[in-house]
């Protein structure tokens, strides 16, 4: 499996940024695909999870009422809206799949968001 970001950039605070994760190769029964990032000097964080089935979401506290994931099953993409971007969601963010156990990830997209 493949996946591949794109969305990031620059922006204030409470600008909104979508990111995009379109996945290729070996999609077939990936059963969940998720948003994690990672802010220099911490460790990675899940922010969102969306399952490929049924679409069931999950969220950090953190960006609960911020940030919606979504899927596109056909298009094998899932994005990642997010809302009034706060100066602390600046970090990289990865797309991830999970596939019999495996995961996979994508080689992640900056977000900077400035005060």
């Known amino acids: 499996v493949q996946l591949v970001e794109s969305g990031g950039g620059l922006v204030q605070a409470g600008d909104s940024l979508r990111l995009s994760c379109a996945a290729s190769?070996?999609?077939?029964?990936?059963?969940?695909m998720g948003w994690y990032r990672q802010a220099p000097g911490k460790q990675r964080e899940v922010v969102a999870t969306v399952t490929t089935g049924g679409g069931s979401t999950t969220y950090a506290d953190s960006v609960k009422g911020r940030f919606t994931t979504s899927r596109d099953n056909a298009k094998n993409t899932v994005y990642l809206q997010m809302n009034s971007l706060r100066p602390e969601d600046t970090a990289v963010y990865y797309c991830?799949?999970?596939?019999?156990?495996?995961?996979?990830w994508g080689q992640g997209t900056q977000v900077t968001v400035s005060s």
């Open positions: 991830n799949a999970e596939r019999y156990a495996l995961n996979y």
């Open positions: 190769g070996s999609t077939l029964s990936i059963n969940a």
